[in-house]
């Protein structure tokens, strides 16, 4: 894929994007929520709620994975007013990274200054549980290191600059608060820190593919959130990320077990109601 059609998009068409939005509501969100595989649930935590399909929005993708509704919803949580998507868009829906990436420029058009994160994930770390919730401390990103990266092409300064860092991707302080809440919500003992590695998929990993992966030092797997989070960082969003461990990476070819979506899900419906109060206090305390 060429890095034209890759940053096909003009900021123009964000900007409309934006501007329709803005039209269409009254909340002026300074966060925004990208929710993963069946944590859309934490957009029933906002007040007075305006809810638009992704279909209904001027150029915005449309997704197509189960436990994605697929619907941008705008409320107040905790005194803040906030955007948050039901469902993201990933590589293995054939969309390209600068479809996977559009709705976080559009957020930072809004006015948005910190971005939460969350996916599901396969565990790679031998001392994580089924259930665990990961803080996201790094990342590694795959598909970057194969030139599928949402900044390649030309690059606009009115989103950032040419070389954004990213050895900060991830707040610090952000990190530090949450696992103060954790402490305070009874939460510690499931709540785990680490470095999650993106894949493109839509296959889950082989079992070599696995112990490379533990190698180069990854707690975590799954198939999402980097490129949001490197485009975040351009636009100069301050970010925060949580994986939920739903199911253990198989490491033995003696083993009988097997990836699947449905168990994806099931540990997501276990978890959820943890995951959604420790965002819901974090943002409080943002």
């Not at 929710?35 to 638009?52: A, E, P």
């Not at 470095?195 to 593919?209: D, R, S």
């Amino acid at each position: 894929m060429s890095a034209s059609s890759q940053c096909r998009y003009k900021y123009e068409a964000y900007k409309e994007t934006a501007d329709w939005l803005l039209t269409h509501t009254n909340i002026r969100p300074t966060v925004a929520i990208i929710c993963g595989s069946g944590l859309g649930g934490l957009s029933d935590l906002l007040n007075n709620r305006i809810v638009f399909p992704y279909k209904d929005i001027p150029h915005f993708p449309h997704s197509t994975v189960a436990g994605h509704a697929g619907h941008l919803v705008f409320g107040e949580l905790k005194g803040k007013q906030c955007v948050c998507m039901q469902g993201r868009f990933h590589f293995y829906e054939g969309y390209d990274t600068a479809m996977v990436t559009y709705p976080v420029r559009v957020f930072f058009l809004l006015g948005v200054e910190t971005l939460i994160v969350t996916n599901a994930a396969g565990g790679l770390n031998s001392n994580f549980k089924l259930g665990d919730i990961m803080i996201i401390k790094d990342h590694i990103n795959i598909p970057g290191f194969a030139g599928q990266n949402p900044l390649c092409g030309p690059n606009d300064e009115r989103f950032g600059v040419r070389f954004p860092c990213m050895s900060d991707a991830y707040d610090k302080g952000l990190a530090q608060l949450a696992r103060q809440i954790a402490e305070e919500q009874g939460c510690a003992n499931f709540l785990q820190q680490g470095v999650y590695c993106m894949l493109a998929g839509p296959t889950y990993e082989t079992i070599a593919e696995c112990k490379m992966l533990q190698l180069l030092g990854a707690d975590a797997v799954g198939m999402s959130t980097v490129p949001e989070v490197v485009v975040a960082r351009h636009c100069g969003l301050r970010v925060f990320g949580l994986s939920l461990i739903t199911n253990k990476v198989v490491s033995d070819y003696n083993s009988e077990e097997r990836a699947n979506h449905e168990e994806v899900l099931e540990t997501t419906r276990m978890r959820t109601q943890d995951l959604q109060r420790l965002v819901s206090h974090l943002m409080e305390k943002i």
